[in-house]
């Protein structure tokens, strides 16, 4: 019975450096969600995807931020030319499609630090 | 959008007392309001939550309360224990169908033996 699986846990990346991070939701689960926290704060949503389609990315950076979920693989949460304000713990959640508005469990997250 | 704020910030309490966390939101539309634990280092997680179709709810030492005409809802922790210490998060979802939650602050509950 695995959960919202996310990897990697850690990524250190240099300012300019991309980030890439991977969520692959629990078995039969065809949402995702992708929230950062940053530290000390809460979270905060930044997009919610289905397969092949963003629903709504409200929450996320108008620049160097994208994300997708592939209609096979792990949805990626991608950050282009990292600055040190990109340093958080992004965390990703998913639900079935038949109850979107049920409750969210999170992955471990990705701790991304920015040197 | 919706804005949820909590309090206190930080909140120490003696092994067995009660904790009591509150939280305020803006969007009359929310319908969904969840309480998160985090541990230092790992992920939220999730440890009771209430619908707004109901006042109060409970499980073992844990109970929120909510009441929709002042927009408020609280985390009752009783007979605290040192592993309760941990940052509690409030959170509400607004008039959405999906999972799009906006958290409170937080709340770092530290719990002496």
């Known amino acids: 019975n695995a959960g919202v699986m996310q990897n990697p846990r850690h990524l250190v990346r240099r300012r300019g450096q991309e980030a890439r991070l991977r969520c692959s939701p629990m078995k039969g689960h065809s949402h995702v969600y992708w929230y950062r926290q940053l530290p000390e704060e809460g979270l905060k949503f930044m997009v919610y995807?289905?397969?092949?389609?963003?629903?709504?990315e409200s929450g996320m950076p108008k620049e160097r931020f994208s994300a997708e979920f592939p209609k096979e693989g792990p949805s990626i949460l991608r950050i282009q030319q990292v600055v040190r304000g990109d340093s958080a713990a992004y965390f990703c959640?998913?639900?079935?499609?038949?109850?979107?508005?049920?409750?969210?469990?999170f992955g471990s997250g990705t701790q991304l630090s920015v040197l | 959008g919706e804005n949820v704020e909590q309090h206190p910030s930080t909140l120490s309490v003696q092994e067995g007392d009660s904790a009591v966390i509150k939280c305020t939101y803006s969007d009359s539309a929310s319908n969904y309001f969840p309480w998160y634990k985090q541990e230092l280092g790992k992920r939220p997680q999730l440890i009771i939550d209430i619908r707004s179709n109901v006042g109060e709810k409970k499980d073992q030492r844990i109970a929120v309360t909510l009441n929709k005409t002042a927009k408020h809802f609280s985390l009752h922790i009783t007979e605290t224990q040192p592993e309760d210490s941990a940052v509690y998060f409030c959170?509400?979802?607004?008039?959405?169908?999906?999972?799009?939650?906006?958290f409170g602050q937080g709340t770092i509950l530290t719990v002496h033996p």
């Open positions: 995807l289905q397969k092949e389609n963003i629903i709504d």
């Open positions: 959170a509400a979802l607004g008039g959405t169908s999906y999972g799009k939650l906006t």
């Open positions: 959640a998913s639900s079935p499609a038949y109850a979107t508005n049920e409750k969210l469990f």
